[in-house]
């Protein structure tokens, strides 16, 4: 088993910046690809940005391009989300995930979640 536990969210204004983190515990090497995802209220969970433990593979949602950043600190087993240019759109309960496949999943872990609000 893997788990993980976000920290980092909280109120941030339009245009700002915010990092998440991931801590995972547990048999990590069992997670090869480690994930962000959020739920919007009245919406359904979408995969945000994803990469492998080793770093090589990276993916990342169009919506996010260019202004959510993933990365990874191995030794310590913990995963960043670097979030800038903030929008009330990003607005979200944001979730770590983990999957024994790689970035594209299907991801078998999941974290409790971490909650960013977005204001304008």
């Known amino acids: 088993q893997v788990q993980l536990v976000e920290s980092g969210g909280g109120l941030v204004q339009v245009g700002g910046s915010l990092r998440l983190t991931c801590a995972a515990s547990?048999?990590?090497?069992?997670?090869?690809?480690m994930g962000w995802f959020r739920q919007a209220p009245g919406k359904e969970r979408e995969f945000v940005v994803a990469v492998t433990w080793s770093g090589v593979s990276t993916r990342t949602a169009v919506s996010v391009k260019g202004r959510f950043t993933i990365s990874i600190d191995n030794a310590k087993k913990m995963v960043y989300l670097q979030m800038n240019s903030l929008k009330p759109g990003d607005t979200a309960v944001y979730y770590c995930?983990?999957?024994?496949?790689?970035?594209?999943?299907?991801?078998?872990?999941w974290g409790q979640g971490t909650q960013v609000t977005v204001s304008s």
């Open positions: 995930a983990g999957s024994t496949r790689g970035v594209g999943g299907p991801y078998e872990y």
């Open positions: 547990g048999r990590t090497l069992s997670s090869n690809g």
